[in-house]
């Protein structure tokens, strides 16, 4: 195979690469001052555009200046040629000052199972040393480099800080270089013995140490009640103290005034000899573990047979689809005057708080429950028509006499809202389709039978005196009767092709169907999500469910010992991995495909529904990061990353090339 490299160039072509040399070089710096990195012996062949082209000797069989060309001949029979009118140098003694990562570090806004920030150590070496406390070993990095035109490549595949997620239970190597450089490397392919090129650049390998790893068990909360009273009541709280051992892995905390009571229904028994779950509530807002502040938490006990890991699943899906208002899951083990209680999940309890249901203003808030237990008091709750669905409002508190909403209020605009959904009409003007979507996604994807009976269906707007604020579906919660749970107490067994919207009498089965099947943006959002969903997040999925086992597993035996568990959750895990990628695929396959829709005029990178000059303006501040991308249009040539290579496609998209 014969390839040329900028020997013929039309008079427009000349045109657009001397316009592209001219941006180039007032963006980029001179790049001649510093060290070839050691390693191998290579030809670097620098062009007059800006490429650079890096052939190691190993894989060059023959090289020749001839007819106005210099030839490069790969052992694998590639020829590569370059007109010599074209080339600046050719040598093996070139210099190069190289862009560099001059910070790495892992953001627990971007993590959802790392609560506080993993920075990095840049060695000289080349080695960046991070150590993570977190659950699951996908992460995504936030980093910096020398050069704002630089790009970050893994096995040549781009990099985005903030965005990119890799698993890093292995060293990973970052190349950081300029889009224009390449290199001569064998394939990516282990299968393959062809060479290709890839970016060229500096190298860093990243070492990730799990704190995770090292532990011998899990957090050990400490509780200790005034006078030593067992916990037996959902209706009020005890005071107490709290004292939490994060165990090498999770931040501490000292001994601090909690309140204390029973919570849930099923798993709530009242009897304080079993296993029951718990709500805390601080005084202060506070960090426990090293999540986010917040004055009220949860201690699920996940008392059902075979339920230890439902949970932390569930809410791990939340958090991959992006639902809203996700919570977040640490195994701990519990103490309650000083006698161990056994397993449980500590996560934020769903409400209206910046840990939980985070909103800018929570005056004119609501948050809605539809749940059959229909518990709260008269004047928190109604039944809806249509639908007769069980609602009830967990905020505000209509009796403290601290908010100008009512009940007629919330009902009248909640019924509105079915109205418009049972007769089929638009429903955006009252919902987040997208949120929907994803919320609808999650249920399905996890068999959750809870939606259609309802219970602990949750939804909230931040303003019901807002006609434009929409009602927003979600957070996730209560995974108890996921997964095809059976009356055997047995998980992820049955049910792969459990059609989650099949008719059925419940009125709430019906709503939830009339969510899915009456609009079909959410049916497209749908096929997208999934699409989407199908390939790493898919895999991070199967893999937290290992990662977290490894991790809870001391305290699930230690758990077992005291409340005579039968479940082996080791094989569960294999289980739930196999269960959770078969439904996956069952449920794609059964989608609407959909085409992705047309983005706007190719090259309009400002959005003002032309193509001109002013484009390539936008484009080279956008480049240099004096402007956002705020019509994510300037990836022109759309090989997913925006660099000097769009500049080119995009004047010859002006100049009719």
């Known amino acids: 195979m014969k390839i040329r490299k900028n020997q013929y160039v039309g008079v427009r072509g000349r045109k657009a690469l001397f316009f592209v040399q001219m941006l180039w070089a007032m963006c980029v710096l001179p790049v001649f001052a510093g060290s070839v990195p050691e390693g191998e012996e290579a030809e670097y062949i620098l ?19 001839a007819d106005g060309e210099f030839s490069v001949k790969t052992i694998d029979g590639q020829s590569f040629v370059y007109a010599l009118s074209d080339i600046v140098s050719f040598s093996h003694t070139l210099e190069l000052e190289m862009p560099s990562i001059t910070s790495f570090k892992f953001n627990n806004k971007f993590n959802d199972q790392v609560f506080t920030d993993a920075e990095g150590e840049i060695g000289e070496d080349g080695i960046i040393r991070v150590k993570v406390a977190g659950i699951g070993k996908w992460l995504t990095p936030s980093f910096q480099l020398s050069d704002k035109l630089a790009e970050v490549y893994v096995e040549g595949k781009r990099q985005n800080s903030k965005e990119s997620r890799l698993r890093f239970d292995h060293p990973i190597t970052y190349t950081v270089g300029y889009p224009q450089w390449h290199i001569l490397s064998a394939s990516s392919s282990t299968n393959s013995e062809t060479l290709e090129m890839r970016p060229f650049g500096r190298d860093y390998v990243v070492r990730v140490d799990f704190l995770t790893d090292h532990s011998t068990n899990v957090p050990r909360i400490d509780i200790n009640t005034e006078n030593g009273e067992m916990i037996s009541s959902k209706e009020y709280y005890l005071d107490a103290t709290i004292t939490i051992d994060g165990a090498g892995v999770f931040p501490s905390m000292g001994a601090t005034s909690v309140k204390i009571k029973g919570r849930g229904n099923t798993t709530w028994s009242g009897r304080p000899s079993l296993k029951n779950p718990y709500r805390l509530k601080f005084s202060e807002k506070v960090k426990p573990l090293g999540m986010k502040k ?4 949860v201690l699920l006990a996940n008392r059902m047979e075979g339920s230890m890991l439902t949970n932390a699943i569930g809410l791990k899906v939340a958090n991959l689809v992006q639902t809203a208002a996700p919570n977040h899951i640490v195994p701990v083990e519990l103490y309650i005057n000083g006698g161990y209680r056994g397993s449980y999940n500590f996560t934020e309890k769903v409400g209206l708080a910046n840990n939980s249901i985070e909103l800018e203003d929570e005056s004119h808030a609501v948050l809605l429950e539809l749940d059959t237990n229909y518990d709260e008091a008269e004047e928190q709750k109604f039944r809806s028509t249509p639908y007769d669905l069980p609602v009830q409002v967990k905020d505000p508190d209509f009796s403290d006499g601290e908010t100008e909403l009512t009940l007629a209020m919330v009902q009248e605009q909640f ?29 399905e994807y996890l068999c959750n039978v809870e939606y259609s009976n309802p219970r602990s269906v949750f939804c909230y707007r931040e303003n019901i005196l807002d006609a434009s604020s929409p009602l927003v579906f979600g957070p996730v919660w209560d995974c108890d009767y996921n997964y095809g749970y059976n009356d055997r107490h047995r998980y992820f067994m049955e049910r792969v092709t459990y059609d989650f919207y099949a008719p059925n009498h419940q009125k709430a089965k019906a709503f939830i169907k009339d969510l899915r099947e009456k609009n079909e943006t959410v049916d497209r959002l749908t096929y997208f999500l999934w699409k989407d969903f199908l390939g790493d997040k898919l895999s991070e999925l199967l893999d937290f469910c290992q990662d977290y086992y490894d991790y809870a597993k001391p305290s699930l035996l230690h758990d077992k010992e005291r409340w005579v568990g ?48 002013s484009d390539v303006t936008c484009l080279v501040n956008i480049i240099l990061g004096r402007a956002d991308d705020s019509f994510g249009r300037a ?3 759309g090989d997913g990353s925006v660099n000097i290579s769009d500049v080119t496609s995009l004047v010859n998209v002006i100049l009719g090339n």
Request: net charge negative; proline share 2%; glycine share 8%.
């Open 415 to 443: 019924n509105a809202f079915l109205v418009a959904l049972e007769q089929g009409d638009d429903i955006s003007p009252y919902v987040d389709i997208e949120q929907l979507a994803r919320y609808l996604m999650v249920g």
């Open 635 to 637: 990836d022109v040539n």
């Open 294 to 297: 917040g004055k009220n938490w």
């Open 47 to 65: 062009m007059q555009n800006g490429d650079l082209w890096v052939f190691p000797d190993k894989y060059v069989s023959e090289k020749e200046t």
């Open 566 to 613: 039968v479940t082996d959750y080791a094989q569960q895990v294999k289980t739930a991995q196999s269960w959770l990628a078969r439904r996956a695929e069952f449920l794609f396959q059964g989608l609407t495909v959909y085409e992705e829709e047309e983005e706007g005029l190719a090259g309009d990178v400002n959005g003002d529904g032309s193509v001109d000059i």
